[in-house]
């Protein structure tokens, strides 16, 4: 499975970006519905840290300093998932990588976008 992430850029702060991953072609039978899946986000110099996860179920979790602005979702038809980000600021500023969470790929992520805010 290889899974590809897109919609990085710069913006202005207050501005918004929506990151998409996608399975690649060649990925088989992976369905993104069928597994917990999540972005992280590592700045430079600075620890990676989990922004949001969404469940099988469709349970969701924030990280707490993007509660309210970002938004986890998943598109079956696509099988794709997304993250919205409204209100950027310039410490959401780093490289986004979707993973997977469960399952015996889990930990499997793309090569990730780059999102500045400034």
């Known amino acids: 499975v290889q899974l590809v992430e897109s919609g990085g850029g710069s913006v202005q702060a207050g501005g918004s970006l929506k990151l998409t991953c996608a399975a690649a072609a060649g990925s088989g039978s992976f369905k993104i519905r069928l597994y917990g899946m999540a972005w992280y986000r590592q700045a430079p110099g600075k620890e990676r840290e989990l922004v949001s996860k969404?469940?099988?179920?469709?349970?969701?979790e924030y990280l707490p300093s993007v509660q309210g602005r970002f938004t986890i979702s998943r598109d079956t038809g696509k099988n794709s998932l997304y993250l919205q980000m409204n209100s950027l600021k310039v410490e959401d500023t780093a490289v986004y990588y979707c993973?997977?969470?469960?399952?015996?790929?889990?930990?499997?992520r793309g090569q990730g976008t780059q999102v500045t805010v400034s």
């Open positions: 993973s997977v969470e469960t399952g015996l790929i889990r930990g499997r």
């Open positions: 969404i469940s099988p179920d469709g349970g969701t």
